[in-house]
């Protein structure tokens, strides 16, 4: 079982950036692929990034990619979501996931309880 908690989220203006951090506890982190979704208003849950479990392979939505940047500090068991250059389609539920699956599998069984991201134009 594995706790994760996000953090980072607030409101900020197009063109700002923000870093969403997701601090992870319970079983060990660093053998877990992690990743972000969102869930914009009145939509469904999208695929954000992800990233494996030594960081060395990521994964990133085309709506984002050259945006963000995910990464993780597996001894602070703590996973990051750097977003610049943010539009106001950013705007939603930022939720971190993890599994213990490979990062190819696309799986996710752990869900925080997510962190709101709201970008005004």
């Known amino acids: 079982q594995v706790q994760l908690v996000e953090s980072g989220g607030g409101l900020v203006q197009a063109g700002d950036s923000l870093r969403l951090s997701c601090a992870a506890s319970?079983?060990?982190?660093?053998?877990?692929?992690m990743g972000w979704f969102r869930q914009p208003p009145g939509k469904e849950r999208e695929f954000v990034a992800a990233?494996?479990?030594?960081?060395?392979?990521?994964y990133y939505a085309d709506s984002v990619k050259g945006r963000f940047t995910i990464s993780r500090d597996n001894a602070k068991n703590t996973g990051y979501l750097q977003m610049n250059s943010l539009k106001p389609e950013d705007t939603g539920i930022y939720y971190c996931?993890?599994?213990?699956?490979?990062?190819?599998?696309?799986?996710?069984?752990?869900w925080g309880q997510g962190t709101q991201v709201t970008v005004s134009s």
């Open positions: 996931v993890a599994d213990p699956s490979e990062i190819t599998r696309r799986k996710y069984t752990y």
């Open positions: 990233v494996s479990w030594d960081g060395t392979t990521t």
């Open positions: 319970g079983r060990t982190f660093s053998g877990y692929t």
